[in-house]
């Protein structure tokens, strides 16, 4: 039993000498310790890092149709804005037909813009982030959007209260408010976020 030890560790230090000495090429073979290239980076920039909320953007330093300021970058080939304070993506120019409650999360959930769904009814949280109490449209200054209606505007969330209600706000006067479900009044759909089901 010692022989054949010895026998195989002998057979072993044989073959790593005749590797080394290239007899055997490519039996052992040390990785290269130059790397190839430089190594992938793990920082992420600002775009990558979700938005947080807690920061206040810049909407006047755009281009002439309020495009590509600080806060609103229009993107989708124009179609749609992204709010950079909150990350989410906006109709640039929402439909300006009246709906239902009921309507208003359907027409949004059936959105298709420039070839691309998965729009939804913004909550009240978010419907509100769009408000500016120092403007006179409630907008903020040189905002790229269009054909916003100077009316009252579906959230998807429900008056808990009384769930035959649901939240807006109302961009005449900047006001939040609730109104019965069942009337007609307008839908500006988002895509990103969280999202919920109304009910």
Not at 9 to 28: E, N, Q, R, Y
Not at 100 to 126: I, M, Q
Request: aromatic share 12%.
């Amino acid at each position: 039993m010692r022989l054949q030890h010895k026998s195989v560790l002998a057979l072993t230090i044989i073959t790593v000498c005749a590797a080394s000495a290239g007899l055997f090429p490519g039996l052992i073979r040390a990785g290269d310790l130059n790397p190839t290239g430089p190594p992938g980076s793990t920082m992420k920039t600002l775009d990558e890092i979700p938005p947080s909320w807690s920061q206040i953007l810049d909407s006047t330093d755009g281009e002439v149709d309020g495009c590509n300021s600080t806060r609103f970058v229009c993107v989708m080939g124009g179609a749609a804005v992204l709010d950079k304070e909150t990350g989410l993506v906006w109709e640039r120019s929402p439909d300006t037909g009246t709906r239902s409650w009921f309507d208003a999360c359907d027409h949004c959930y059936r959105r298709k813009v420039t070839n691309r769904k998965g729009w939804r009814l913004p909550s009240v949280e978010e419907l509100a982030s769009l408000i500016d109490m120092d403007t006179a449209d409630f907008l903020p200054g040189d905002h790229p959007f269009s054909n916003v209606q100077y009316n009252f505007y579906w959230s998807s969330t429900t008056y808990p209260e009384n769930t035959t209600y649901g939240w807006g706000w109302r961009f005449n006067q900047g006001t939040l408010t609730f109104v019965t479900k069942g009337s007609t009044y307008y839908a500006w759909c988002v895509r990103g976020g969280h999202g919920h089901d109304g009910y």
